[in-house]
């Protein structure tokens, strides 16, 4: 069974999944039809352990205490799709990498587009950091919740590893 939950954030309103045992999605309302057919009423009133610990991982995150999440995830897709996401669970916090990057780094030079379907399948945004792939031009493209909460996700990460910088 799937337990959804929908919770205002500082990027704005995201709806968590998870199935008893992990983390299975995370949606951007305003961005994607699940997310606004649901209002706060609609939406079962009760937080199970999985979603708080990532609720409380993702403001941590949001305010810069929390640069690597410690969560159970459970993404569908294929088994391309899975490697990729397990390739952006390595970039770095505060580092981008390119389209043709993540493919180098998936075993696939020439899947650079394969790449972007992957990226733009991702069904655990943020916690899986899709946001952190760029063109190869440096330039934001594609991202679920628009560009400008990936440029949003970006300067979070970029401002929170600078002040981390300028304290040692």
Known sequence: MENVYLYDTIIGKLMMKENGNAITGIKFAGCYSDADKYNDKEIPNSETPIILMAKEQLEEYFTG???????????????????????LLQIPYGETRSY????IMAGN??????????????????LIPCHRV???????VGFAGGLDMKQQLLDIEQS???RTAQRR
């Open 100 to 103: 043709k990057e993540v493919a």
């Open 109 to 126: 030079e020439n899947a650079c587009r394969a790449v972007g379907m992957a990226n733009n399948k991702n069904p655990i945004p943020i």
């Open 160 to 162: 929170k590893k600078h």
């Open 65 to 87: 205490k929390r640069k690597l999440f410690q969560l159970p995830l459970n993404p569908i897709g294929t088994p391309f799709q899975r490697k990729v996401w397990d390739c």
């Open 134 to 140: 760029l063109g190869s031009n440096g330039k934001l």
